[in-house]
């Protein structure tokens, strides 16, 4: 399977790598402190972190990103008051990663998964599915390998334009369980 | 229960008015002919069209709206390129719906759950849930109250700018099923 370097060490950071790795994929982690001096290994590298933190990976590595998948799971959500994003409406994060490192071949995935539905790889019973959009059709076809070998669901949802919809989606299920409307370890399953 | 009008004699007008009447509400539909001169004798009124036929809706009904619970279930897709709304973006076909008819309640709803999953009551296992967006609270109550009596799941969603999150999911459910990527009776089920 695929070589994946996650920048994280957080709860989605290690449940997105317990899948990958329960794949066969060979997966590597740097945490925060390490940034900008461990070597991105993969030929994949999940960007595990808040969205805050985006913009200083990018300043960190820059070009060592050309050619690799790089993978955006944020939601850029307004934290303090839970009723908006912060990126430009209509546009997305993975957008604008993607504009920041155009020889890069971002993928949004991983949004609209909880870190307890990607652990349990189920969601009210049914299997949890990663979504994952982007406009490199290989990248997308390679993660979404990565992930179903490892037992959890992939479904191509179409370009990098439709990041904006599963941010929206993640918005929304991050609202409903602030909430209380459903629980952390629920949220939207995916019926085939 | 509700006195519920429902304007639209389609699929998903048939599955709406299934479950409400189910649940014991009084049910009356009005056709497209009839658009205009039928009387809406509801409390509330469901506008079981698709999107395009909205201005004409208001324009025949204008001001008996006043006062009433206006449910829009629209996806305002472009269904030529499947590739984005023809709303405004940031905006929403019920935000929208909401500025022309200022004296009506308006809620979002119905537009993330094909009219399949209303009329079998179930996603890939899972109880059907309508999510609904508005900013009358009461409004909100008595619908989800009067789907819930008819055997469906209903959550609060939140203010009726969440219609655009809730129009984002209902975009990205119709591209998976018109891409063979999910089924028109599967689709997003609601884990709480």
């Known amino acids: 399977m695929a070589h ?5 060490t957080g709860n989605m950071a290690n449940a997105i790598g317990g899948v990958l790795a329960a794949g066969g994929s060979t997966v590597d982690y740097i945490s925060q402190d390490e940034t900008g001096t461990a070597p ?8 595990a972190v808040p969205y805050p933190a985006l913009d200083a990976i990018v300043a960190a590595y820059g070009s060592q990103f050309d050619g690799k998948t790089v993978v955006d799971i944020t939601n850029p959500l307004n934290f303090e008051t839970f009723d908006a ?11 604008e990663l993607q504009a920041k490192l155009p020889a890069a071949k971002v993928l949004k995935a991983f949004n609209t998964t909880f870190a307890a539905t990607l652990a349990s790889k189920q969601v009210g019973g049914l299997q949890t599915t990663v979504l994952i959009a982007g406009d490199d059709a290989a990248a997308k076809t390679q993660l979404a390998e990565a992930i179903t ?11 990098l334009t439709r990041a904006h919809e599963l941010e929206s989606l993640g918005f929304l299920q991050l609202t409903l ?3 209380e409307k459903i629980g952390w370890t629920g949220g939207f399953a995916v019926a085939r």
């Open 4 to 8: 994946i370097t996650i920048i994280g």
């Open 149 to 159: 070998a490892g037992g959890v669901g992939a479904i191509d949802a179409g370009a």
């Open 177 to 179: 369980a602030a909430s």
């Open 85 to 95: 994003l912060v990126v430009p409406v209509g546009s997305s994060a993975a957008a």
């Open 40 to 47: 991105l290994n993969g030929d994949i590298v999940v960007l």
